[in-house]
């Protein structure tokens, strides 16, 4: 009897992050690097979800707020957002998250459509979801994400 032929499993690495107590997770090779709070420049007119720039060694980078986004309610408490620097066909672009977690392999046949709980516009940006024993990891789709335009 000759073997089943099991297609390979790919591992993706996610560099994760929290936001409103949900652990998020974004493409590692997407990632330039991750930050402390900077300071920022606020951008009259701009879209509500585009906090500020932020001058990153010389480099201007625009930074999204990731709960705004996600339609998430604003940050309450008084702490600092960290900056998630992630790489888009424009350039580096900022997104603002409550705290950074750890990088995690995924066997990419562990992703999953997102869960019909999952309303609104975090719905629409979620590229699907792992079940782990400490909760759901939300896969972020990074090119939906940075489009501001509301």
Known sequence: MSPVPTTPAKVEQFCTFYLDRSLFGVEVGRVQEVIRSQEMTAVPLAPSVVRGLINLRGQIVTALDLRRRLGRPDH????????VVVRSEEGA???LV???GDVLEVDSLQLEP?????VGRSRELIRGVVQREQGLLLVLDIDRTLETGE
């Not at 309450?76 to 900056?83: L, S, V």
């Not at 997102?114 to 999952?118: A, D, F, G, K």
Request: avoid cysteine; proline fraction near 16%.
């Open 76 to 83: 309450a408490d008084a702490r600092a957002p960290m900056n």
């Open 93 to 95: 672009v900022s997104l």
């Open 98 to 100: 409550d705290e950074i």
């Open 114 to 118: 997102p869960p019909r709980t999952l």
